[in-house]
């Protein structure tokens, strides 16, 4: 049996961990600069606003029902999902984090020792709140997918109450019956939109259909997803936890940006995020996508990007902020009002099988890293860095409604009056 749990709007419920005033009140988080509506707690969701959209376009109708407004938090949800995650682990020995709220948990062996599965799923939910106070949805199934089809269920489909459990026939058809094609797990928008030309319409119609037609028609992916529906399992825990293909790290700027200094900061900035994320799931590359962008929206629209061949391929942090400091000349263009930059790790490998060059030494220094990320993992990210990640507000995001970082700065510690 597996399980998926998965926090209920967690980004907006995240906020309400340490502000009790605003629990009972429509909460909304906004990406990137304030630009859309990234998150929508359930209370907020009563009032019909829909997720994605600009946040300009809203922000009357926002105003006039008494919504609260915060800037994305990264650090605090960070933290809270770690949190989270731990009290999750703490059922099940076999956990695998899929997202910042989401984590699979496999059962295999456990299943003798649990009778109820639907009361167990509430005796999660209810440490989870207890401990986190963050609000999550519980589903069990005998395959990953159904798994997340039972989620889906606990969370979004009228008559279950948080917990949803696929262990017969007949619920594992209800709940599928129920569910629209593009919520399917591994089906997404254009996909959804060419089965249903085919008279597929729900999570049950793409059960019924012949998996090797479905891999003859569009992939081996959607083969495996049609099994999953129908109870065999296809996706072993390695398919789930599966590494990243390429990384990215881009962000619009705040402010506009001019300054060739400010922009290169940036720039190096992003790669060190990028080269963090390659040591974590210990890959390495050896082309680095660089670009930078003005609006598309203003009169000379420039962009340009430049992908950067490495002799061997790396994920020391220096490295790629040499490489961007070697071509930034040929990305900047005076008097650009620059918008946006960023940085993409392309064809990844694994670092553990790489074939050293006979007449180029790498330049790396793991160990060095290696460090790095220890002292930024412990004392936050951020503490230890190169000296040309050097910080400017110029370029950082516009967050006008940020909630204090109460679990990762000791002046933003929570306070409580007696």
């Given at each position: ?338 918008y946006k930059c960023g940085v993409g790790a392309l064809d990844l490998t694994s670092h553990m099988f790489q074939q050293p060059d006979l007449f180029q030494a790498s330049i790396d220094n793991p160990k060095l890293m290696q460090c790095l990320d220890k002292i930024n993992a412990r004392f936050g990210i951020g503490t230890l860095a190169i000296a040309s990640e050097t910080s400017s507000a110029d370029w950082h995001m516009k967050r006008e409604y940020l ?16």
């Amino acid at each position: 049996m597996y399980a998926l749990v998965d926090a209920v709007a967690f980004y907006a419920s995240a906020e309400k961990v340490f502000d009790p005033s605003i629990r009972r009140k429509p909460v909304v988080v906004l990406t990137n600069n304030d630009g859309c509506i990234c998150a929508v707690c359930p209370i907020a969701r009563k009032l019909a606003i829909p997720k994605f959209q600009p946040y300009f376009q809203v922000k009357q109708y926002l105003f006039d029902h008494q919504v609260v407004i915060r800037s994305s938090n990264y650090e605090l949800y960070a933290d809270l999902s770690e949190r989270m995650m731990n009290v999750i682990g703490r059922f099940c020995d076999n956990q695998h984090i899929y997202s910042i709220d989401e984590s699979f948990l496999n059962f295999n062996g456990f299943n003798p020792l649990i009778t109820d599965w639907y009361r167990y799923g509430h005796t999660i939910r209810r440490t989870v709140w207890r401990e986190t106070k963050l609000p999550v949805g519980v589903g069990f199934g005998p395959t990953a997918t159904l798994a997340k089809a039972a989620n889906h269920a606990a969370k979004k489909l009228p008559g279950f109450d948080g917990v949803a459990v696929i262990d017969s026939e007949s619920s594992r058809v209800n709940i599928l019956r129920a569910m629209n094609i593009q919520d399917v797990w591994g089906v997404g928008k254009r996909l959804a939109k060419k089965l249903k030309l085919m008279n597929i319409n729900t999570a049950l119609d793409l059960a019924q259909q012949d998996p090797r037609k479905m891999k003859r028609l569009f992939s081996v992916v959607l083969e495996r997803t049609v099994n999953e529906l129908c109870g065999k399992r296809c996706l072993s825990w390695d398919d789930v936890r599966q590494d990243k293909k390429e990384i990215f790290s881009t962000r619009s700027f705040g402010e506009r940006v001019t300054d060739p200094i400010t922009l290169k900061t940036a720039l190096i900035n992003h790669s060190a995020i990028v080269a963090r994320k390659l040591r974590a799931q210990g890959s390495l590359t050896q082309r680095l996508l660089i670009f930078v962008a003005s609006s598309p929206h203003q009169q000379g629209y420039y962009k340009k990007s430049y992908i950067y061949e490495f002799n061997i391929a790396t994920a020391d942090s220096r490295v790629f902020a040499n490489a961007i400091s070697e071509v930034f000349e040929q990305l900047y263009k005076p008097n650009v009002l620059f918008y946006k930059c960023g940085v993409g790790a392309l064809d990844l490998t694994s670092h553990m099988f790489q074939q050293p060059d006979l007449f180029q030494a790498s330049i790396d220094n793991p160990k060095l890293m290696q460090c790095l990320d220890k002292i930024n993992a412990r004392f936050g990210i951020g503490t230890l860095a190169i000296a040309s990640e050097t910080s400017s507000a110029d370029w950082h995001m516009k967050r006008e409604y940020l909630s204090p970082h109460y679990t990762t700065r000791w002046y933003n510690l929570p306070k409580i009056h007696c």
